[in-house]
């Protein structure tokens, strides 16, 4: 008789865990507390338009090649990936825009217009992101770090790339203008980090953007969501929605199974969360089965950002703008909007933008002759003590007045859908400790073996996938760690 294995939530983490242990002869069951998959991911349908609620960067799609592979199917059989050209536009304070992509030659171009005494130093920097991706993805994604001896093993190899300087100082021994090593150090914001404290490691994104490209899932992200489930199903697998856990039942260190909210209880014989961590541990598990993991500790430990978005629909296209696909707007005032969102946890007046055009790529996600787009801000999460009640309408209100002057001429006249989540979304929705958008901070210390582990170190029947636990927030992190989950339970790793 297979081994029966329970499914918290239905995110990236959970349905390429789900997929794979299916694969490998698991009887699986995923319980989702919304009426859709998705988790982070879920589609929002308002007035003949789909939002992607995010990620909306799709990087290293071979990960998700290889979830279908392993269960002897081919992804191109149930989803699309188109690359986009540039990988991002990325616009400074005054409205002139820097492009890159894979192409050497164009990005040196790019960095010509800019500041011509930065091409050798892009190339140098460049040269050195190989190194840290080796070690940093290809060596130790897959790694869970269970033990400290593990990461004993890999430190000295980690002080050799640097990994304790941020991202952004790496950046800047090789980039001089301003600008420019802003838009070689944003990526930590992708994965809820600030460029100014994440470590170096992550400067590894940039490679692996440049090797296997940024891309679009035709169909919008929940068209991945879609396939994967699908998948899952055609594997015999169980997905129960408007299903929510209420207690991860623990006796004697040993799971037993879960308590949903309406008093069911399911039996397992191992569980995988991909509910936020710290969430996990605080609400999920009665305090007298946690010996690590602490209400105090989960208290003292750094957690990523929020943020605020607004997912609106026009009755009239913008291909006439400087826009593409993706867009990165960023303000005049940088290491201090950061430093109010991640240190003194404020709301500020001023934003950085990530402003998302999906139907320059895929008109069929909007009604015929408009427009979805999809604009994101940073801002603290809850303890920075902001009312969203009273401050989401006048924020929404600055934003799009900002991009109505800039960037999308008569764009609030020409709004036919709109809808907005805040950090009070994050935490009542997606159950984010802190509404914070991608649980615990990628800091060194919160890094590796230093971040919640893949096994739960209070259970060894419990296993983590997802943002919160090893290797960390983003596409490649989260599907790295439903892999560590599969070696996991079939015992590939002890």
Same mark, same amino acid.
């Given at each position: 008789?297979?081994?029966?294995?329970?499914?918290?939530?239905?995110?990236?983490?959970?349905?390429?865990?789900?997929?794979?242990?299916?694969?490998?002869?698991?009887?699986?069951?995923?319980?989702?507390?919304?009426?859709?998959?998705?988790?982070?991911?879920?589609?929002?349908?308002?007035?003949? %338009?789909?939002?992607?609620?995010?990620?909306?960067?799709?990087?290293?799609?071979?990960? %998700?090649?290889?979830?279908?592979?392993?269960?002897?199917?081919?992804?191109?059989?149930?989803?699309?990936?188109?690359?986009?050209?540039?990988?991002?536009?990325?616009?400074?304070?005054?409205?002139?825009?820097?492009?890159?992509n894979?192409?050497?030659?164009?990005?040196?171009?790019?960095?010509e217009?800019?500041?011509?005494?930065?091409?050798?130093?892009?190339?140098?920097?460049?040269?050195?992101?190989?190194?840290?991706?080796?070690?940093?993805?290809?060596?130790?994604?897959?790694?869970?770090?269970?033990k400290f001896?593990?990461?004993?093993?890999?430190?000295?190899?980690?002080?050799?790339?640097?990994?304790?300087?941020?991202?952004?100082?790496?950046?800047?021994?090789?980039?001089?203008?301003?600008?420019?090593?802003?838009?070689?150090? %944003?990526?930590?914001?992708?994965?809820?980090?600030?460029?100014f404290?994440?470590? /170096?490691?992550?400067?590894?994104?940039?490679?692996?953007?440049?090797?296997?490209?940024?891309?679009?899932?035709?169909?919008?992200?929940?068209?991945?969501?879609?396939?994967?489930?699908?998948?899952?199903?055609?594997?015999?697998?169980?997905i129960?929605?408007?299903?929510?856990?209420?207690?991860?039942?623990?006796?004697?260190?040993?799971?037993?199974?879960?308590?949903?909210?309406?008093?069911?209880?399911?039996?397992?014989?191992?569980?995988?969360?991909?509910?936020?961590?710290?969430?996990?541990?605080?609400?999920?598990?009665?305090?007298?089965?946690?010996?690590?993991?602490?209400?105090?500790?989960?208290?003292?430990?750094?957690?990523?950002?929020?943020?605020?978005?607004?997912y609106?629909?026009?009755?009239?296209?913008?291909?006439?703008?400087?826009?593409?696909?993706?867009?990165?707007?960023?303000?005049?005032?940088?290491?201090g909007?950061?430093?109010?969102?991640?240190?003194?946890?404020?709301l500020?007046?001023?934003?950085?933008?990530?402003?998302?055009?999906p139907?320059?790529?895929?008109?069929?996600?909007?009604?015929?002759?408009?427009?979805?787009?999809?604009?994101?801000?940073?801002?603290?999460?809850?303890?920075?003590?902001?009312?969203?009640?009273?401050?989401?309408?006048?924020?929404?209100?600055?934003?799009?007045? %900002?991009?109505?002057d800039n960037?999308?001429?008569?764009?609030?006249?020409?709004?036919?859908?709109?809808?907005y989540?805040?950090?009070?979304?994050?935490?009542?929705?997606?159950?984010?400790?802190?509404?914070?958008?991608?649980?615990?901070?990628?800091?060194?210390?919160?890094?590796?073996?230093f971040?919640?582990?893949?096994?739960?170190?209070?259970?060894?029947?419990?296993?983590?996938v997802?943002?919160?636990?090893?290797?960390?927030?983003?596409?490649?992190?989260?599907? /790295?760690?439903?892999?560590?989950?599969?070696?996991?339970?079939?015992?590939?790793?002890?």
């Open positions: 008789m297979s081994k029966k294995v329970l499914v918290i939530g239905t995110g990236f983490g959970a349905l390429g865990a789900a997929a794979r242990l299916l694969a490998r002869g698991f009887d699986v069951e995923m319980f989702e507390k919304r009426d859709k998959p998705g988790g982070r991911a879920y589609v929002y349908e308002v007035n003949g %338009f789909k939002f992607d609620g995010g990620p909306t960067v799709i990087t290293a799609p071979f990960m %998700f090649d290889d979830i279908f592979a392993a269960a002897g199917r081919k992804r191109e059989d149930y989803i699309d990936f188109v690359p986009c050209q540039p990988f991002y536009r990325i616009f400074d304070h005054q409205g002139q825009f820097f492009d890159y894979s192409d050497e030659e164009f990005t040196l171009k790019e960095i217009k800019r500041n011509p005494a930065d091409k050798q130093g892009y190339l140098d920097f460049l040269a050195t992101t190989k190194a840290i991706f080796d070690k940093g993805f290809t060596e130790l994604a897959d790694v869970p770090f269970l001896t593990d990461m004993l093993k890999v430190a000295p190899d980690l002080i050799k790339l640097q990994s304790y300087k941020s991202v952004y100082k790496y950046v800047s021994q090789f980039i001089q203008d301003d600008f420019l090593r802003r838009c070689f150090s %944003f990526h930590p914001l992708l994965v809820g980090g600030n460029p404290d994440t470590t /170096s490691i992550y400067a590894m994104i940039h490679y692996l953007e440049r090797e296997w490209g940024v891309h679009y899932a035709m169909g919008g992200t929940g068209a991945i969501v879609k396939a994967l489930t699908n998948l899952i199903e055609d594997l015999g697998g169980k129960h929605l408007n299903a929510e856990v209420d207690e991860i039942v623990i006796e004697n260190r040993i799971t037993k199974g879960l308590r949903l909210k309406d008093g069911s209880f399911h039996p397992a014989d191992a569980v995988v969360s991909n509910a936020d961590v710290p969430f996990t541990y605080r609400h999920l598990i009665k305090e007298e089965n946690r010996r690590k993991y602490t209400n105090r500790k989960l208290d003292r430990m750094h957690y990523s950002m929020s943020l605020f978005v607004i609106f629909g026009t009755k009239k296209r913008y291909l006439d703008t400087k826009l593409k696909h993706h867009n990165i707007i960023l303000g005049e005032r940088y290491k909007l950061l430093k109010d969102i991640f240190h003194e946890k404020t500020s007046e001023d934003f950085s933008l990530y402003l998302h055009m139907t320059i790529t895929d008109p069929t996600i909007a009604p015929d002759g408009c427009e979805s787009f999809y604009v994101l801000s940073p801002v603290p999460h809850l303890d920075s003590g902001t009312d969203w009640t009273k401050a989401a309408k006048p924020y929404r209100d600055a934003i799009m007045q %900002f991009l109505e960037y999308l001429p008569d764009l609030q006249e020409n709004i036919v859908a709109e809808h989540i805040d950090p009070i979304h994050f935490e009542r929705d997606l159950n984010s400790f802190r509404g914070s958008a991608f649980s615990v901070e990628p800091l060194l210390t919160q890094s590796a073996w971040r919640p582990h893949n096994r739960s170190e209070e259970s060894p029947n419990l296993y983590f997802g943002a919160g636990t090893h290797p960390g927030a983003g596409l490649p992190g989260v599907l /790295s760690s439903s892999k560590i989950a599969e070696k996991l339970l079939t015992g590939e790793i002890a």
